[in-house]
């Protein structure tokens, strides 16, 4: 492959040997040069968290035919702010990918999801961007139709994009024929509901686990990404790093006269 | 103070014992019922993060005349939520309140912010929440104007506010008397240059600090919260969860005939 080929940086939050990220790396490697980054142990949840408080560390790995592959003990955001500085010296890829999560970041999971805030960190720093999720948290999940959906949606990105943009990718729990298509959606309305598991340690004192039910508010909306999923098709949701509510924006203005 | 008067939940991403959120529960107390959570130690920069890998505890703290004070070891977003499902077992409160934060947290910042995530995990669950922060971020910051026009917004929030709002609050650093005001403003489009500082351990071995300097990219635009804070002004930006950026959707809609 020549040295102009697409370079494409992939991350994740699952970690460094999650298959999510093998798999989306098999497919990365068809298009052109890839630099695989991803923390050294699972970062889910962790949202668009850096390290401030903090020193990181990278450790380069063998490179499994690729431009380079490295551990870094960060958060997803850290691993593409450090990529890009550090490693990359200012070379700016042309692709940031990054997944394929083990589980939804579809609807509100957007919010807390390690493997969207890094695609989000890329396109702020002016690189399309696409995090990939499938609907299943298994280890052992199927990822062969993440894969071939991955595929297209990547060459139409390279191919048909312009501009900037940052897309939120979700792909259901089926077998690729079972698979309907893309839907380009926005955002469903959902939220969590918390069951926070009380217990007692050895020494009976109280601790918590955070546990809680997905409350979808807006699944029979058709425009919706859940309302896609559900209905066999691989969502798209273009996302936005100027959180803006310009609805109440307008009406807000009117507390002062 | 009656039973029925506002209850306000606090809490922050600096520590249960930082200045800011002292400040800011000194102002809350005038307005009715405050529970006051904060994590054991500074959160900043954890972005949205839950803790789902590792237990979550709460410890009683003296309650320093309020309903409640509880220090958390979970993220900003985890207080949130523990304070609503365990704390106060469903009862919602009328606002829920960050900060004040020691820093900025206008423009791009909102993204990384502990704070504004709190904030942020109050407005997804349902209850108007208002992030505070002054550009300041010494220990010793002077929050005597921050606290006066925390005390103006959250009488508007509680007296004018309606439905279900989340406000990004930004004080500049000067006396009271040099700020001219409150704007409503937008989120200015901004974004960190990244320069890592290299250095190596005892042993040799290289590790890095995040550092980097802001490049604001719309500080002239007079609908910022970047131009209303470096004119003197209090900025107030309204933020959504409904990261969808509609602009995109349009375009990449034409990907797939």
Chains 1, 2 share one sequence.
């Not at 995090?131 to 390279?158: N, V, W």
């Not at 007692?200 to 979808?216: E, I, M, N, V």
Request: hydrophobic content about 40%; charged content about 20%; glycine content about 8%.
């Amino acid at each position: 492959m020549s040295k102009t080929s697409p370079l494409i940086l992939i991350t994740n939050d699952d970690g460094f040997y999650a298959p999510g990220i093998q798999a989306l790396t098999e497919v990365a490697k068809e298009f052109g040069r890839v630099l695989k980054i991803a923390p050294d142990k699972p970062q889910s949840g962790m949202g668009h968290a850096i390290t401030i408080n903090n020193t990181l560390r990278i450790e380069k790995m063998p490179n499994q035919d690729l431009m380079g592959a490295y551990q870094c003990t960060g958060t997803p955001v850290d691993c593409v702010k450090i990529a890009l500085d550090v490693i990359l010296e200012g070379e700016k890829p042309d692709l940031i990918i990054s997944g394929i999560n083990h589980g939804s970041n579809a609807s509100i999971n957007v919010i807390y999801s390690g493997t969207m805030s890094a695609a989000m960190e890329g396109y702020i720093e002016g690189v399309p961007s696409i995090g990939f999720s499938l609907l299943d948290h298994a280890q052992e999940a199927d990822f062969s139709a993440a894969q071939s959906y991955a595929r297209q949606i990547i060459k139409m990105a390279l191919e048909k994009g312009e501009g900037n943009f940052c897309l939120n990718v979700n792909v259901p729990k089926l077998p690729e024929e079972m698979i309907r298509g893309i839907k380009f959606c926005r955002q469903a309305h959902a939220k969590w509901v918390e069951e926070f598991d009380k217990r007692q340690d050895p020494s009976g004192k109280d601790y918590y686990w955070l546990t809680g039910h997905f409350a979808p508010f807006e699944e029979h909306q058709e425009d919706t990404d859940l309302f896609a999923l559900r209905n066999g098709y691989v969502s798209i949701v273009p996302v936005s790093y100027d959180l803006t509510n310009y609805t109440t924006l307008e009406q807000i203005s009117a507390w002062i006269d």
